[in-house]
T-cell receptor, first 110, second 116 residues
């Protein structure tokens, strides 16, 4: 049974810092791994999707990597901004079924 | 595109009442998902439809929960009778699923349900 863990559960950083969010999963037989952002009281917004054959994906200041053999993914946020404050969730997918981590709550201080 | 649309956005009801949540997926998407999010259990898949057919309902908590998808543009999640432990945020998501299920899921804004 797939289990997804995210560390840390919460993170507070000053504006401008580069930071890394971690996601680990127990079953390496995944089709893809996706990172989402959730703002308070809102739904989830997809940030990056890494297919199982890929090692990383980049979008603007975000870079996500995937290492299936070690069961890990990282989300790197460069030059963090207060607008990046949100909860970040990773989800490991085996076909249609996403198993979500419990998220990292990020606060970027101005 | 308007994205995934859910209604109502907020629902407050009393224990024992019937609750119906509604979802309109993104036009052209062939897969629809209902999730529940709580502080204790995080985000859990309740049921998955593909081409309007329920494929996996193993996450539906018990017989009080039922879901339908009568056509490609509409789905409902019904709780009857509701209980306080059903209080949560219920999300609907849709995707255009290919052979390997590698497509992004797009989430609606959620319905915040409070059962008193």
């Amino acid at each position: 049974k797939q289990e997804v863990t995210q560390i840390p559960a919460a993170l507070s950083v000053p504006e401008g810092e580069n930071l890394v969010l971690n996601c680990s999963f127990t079953d390496s037989a995944i089709y893809n791994l996706q990172w989402f952002r959730q703002d308070p009281g809102k739904g989830l917004t997809s940030l990056l999707l890494i297919q199982s054959s890929q090692r990383e994906q980049t979008s603007g200041r975000l870079n996500a990597s995937l290492d299936k053999s070690s069961g890990r993914s990282t989300l790197y946020i460069a030059a963090s901004q207060p607008g990046d404050s949100a909860t970040y969730l990773c989800a490991a997918s085996g076909t249609y079924k996403y198993i979500f981590g419990t998220g990292t709550r990020l606060k970027v201080l101005a | 595109d308007a994205g995934v649309i859910q209604s109502p956005r907020h629902e407050v009801t009393e224990m024992g009442q019937e609750v119906t949540l509604r979802c309109k997926p993104i036009s052209g998407h062939n897969s629809l998902f209902w999730y529940r999010q709580t502080m204790m259990r995080g985000l859990e898949l309740l049921i998955y439809f593909n081409n309007n057919v329920p494929i996996d309902d193993s996450g539906m908590p018990e017989d009080r929960f039922s879901a339908k998808m009568p056509n490609a543009s509409f789905s409902t999640l019904k709780i009857q009778p509701s209980e306080p432990r059903d209080s949560a945020v219920y999300f609907c998501a849709s995707s255009l699923e290919g052979q390997r299920g590698e497509e992004t899921q797009y989430f609606g804004p959620g319905t915040r349900l409070l059962v008193l």
